[in-house]
């Protein structure tokens, strides 16, 4: 009897990869939602110092992927970093609940990024490595989709417990120590790493010689990447764009929560889409988006046109944040992936952050309007550069 055909289902390993971010996120988010109210009111650290760590601890992030990524390519094993770094991140949650200066604050803060770092391109490597090519799309759609329902859970929670223990934040920190292990034993115990090719010489990915490997079509995903980056400055203007229209303190953490719902809710079908659609289309689709987002936040600050723009921001991420890494996925060498994603993060990161300081000169300078009109600007640029630069073809 002929077997029947069965339609491709994502792995197993995806779904725990995917809740493994989740988890992750729930126990940061539960920390960072927090962290610069517990700094400046519990330890009396200055705004400059809060904004110092924050910036020395993505920086160290972004500095730490490529490395992660090409030790991956060289080792020919993803996972046990991927469990190093999220382990790191794991071990600096009792940190913040213990501290009563802001020095373990910082060391705990730059181990959770290096933690980040180490895991970030490795994990990208591995999902592209379980999933099925036809299906990358939707691999890369599902963990971004779980990790941001970890993303606006986490502060959901924060709140919640801060009302229910009349804000206490050390025991809030302490329960973001329940889903950090939880996250590395589900790593540990319920991902399997597919066995590398037998025979597959090992060699150094950031060799000139392999690094030619990287096609052309990589390097145009890398600067599209990044132009699409210029044009999205950190979600942190959003919040500051709606407190300005006069939104009690308390309800602020809804913008992301907001924006974040939106995120992981098309995360995943837009994911799926992209497995049958052309990329480029999508991309297209998803700078409109972030046009017309742009167009509402400097219109108003307040009521239902903000707000509708805050739900525009969070569909377009969903609609190019998991398409970008799966168009990294197709165009990298196997046995480079974990360098393309390094590399990829690292520009990517180093144009958030240029973006974040154009956009804070703007607002300080001309008005929280010419922020969000500068960021449509960047995005019709990136429109016009997608219609008219196509992929090269090595």
């Known amino acids: 009897m002929p077997e029947k055909a069965t339609p491709q289902r994502l792995p197993a390993g995806i779904w725990a990869l995917g809740f493994v971010s989740l988890l992750m996120d729930i126990s940061s988010e539960l920390i960072h939602s927090l962290l610069p109210v517990f700094l400046v009111t519990a330890l009396g650290v200055s705004m400059l110092t809060v904004g110092l760590i924050e910036g020395a601890a993505e920086a160290t992030a972004l500095i730490v992927k490529v490395f992660s990524g090409a030790l991956s390519d060289w080792w020919g094993k993803r996972k046990p970093l991927a469990v190093l770094g999220y382990s790191l991140g794991a071990l600096t949650k009792p940190l913040f609940a213990l501290a009563t200066s802001a020095e373990p604050v910082i060391a705990a803060r730059l181990l959770d990024r290096v933690g980040k770092g180490i895991r970030g391109a490795p994990r990208d490597a591995l999902v592209a490595d379980i999933a099925p090519p036809a299906l990358r799309g939707a691999a890369f759609g599902l963990r971004q989709s779980l990790d941001t329902v970890g993303a606006f859970l986490g502060p959901l929670l924060a709140m919640g417990l801060m009302l229910l223990w009349a804000n206490d934040f050390r025991a809030v920190f302490w329960v973001a120590v329940i889903p950090a292990f939880l996250c590395v034993a589900l790593l540990v115990f319920g991902v399997h790493e597919p066995e590398r090719p037998a025979g597959t010489a090992r060699t150094n990915p950031i060799l000139r010689d392999n690094l030619k490997r990287l096609s052309g079509r990589y390097w145009w ?31 602020v953490p809804l913008v992301l929560i907001v924006m974040n719902a939106i995120y992981a809710l098309g995360a995943y079908p837009l994911g799926k889409l992209a497995d049958r659609m052309d990329h480029r289309h999508l991309l297209v689709w ?34 190019t944040q998991g398409l970008l890494a799966t168009m990294v996925a197709d165009v990298a060498p196997a046995d480079l992936r974990g360098t393309a994603f390094g590399m990829f993060n690292l520009v990517s990161g180093l144009a958030m952050l240029l973006a974040s300081v154009l956009a804070g000169l703007l607002w300080d300078q001309l008005g929280a309007r010419f922020t969000f009109a500068a960021g449509a600007g960047f995005s019709l640029l990136a429109l016009l550069l997608l219609a008219w630069r196509r992929p090269v073809a090595t």
Not at 221 to 232: D, E, H, K, Q, S
Not at 239 to 250: C, I, K, N
Not at 288 to 316: M, N, T
């Open 286 to 319: 998803g700078l409109l988006l972030l046009i017309a987002a742009d167009v509402l936040l400097a219109w108003s600050d307040r009521g239902p046109i903000v707000w509708a723009g805050i739900a525009l921001w969070g569909l377009h991420m969903a609609m």
């Open 221 to 251: 995903v890398v600067g599209i990447g990044a132009v699409f980056t210029l044009a999205r400055f950190s979600e942190a203007f959003l919040v500051l764009r709606v407190q300005q229209g006069g939104l009690s303190l308390a309800w």
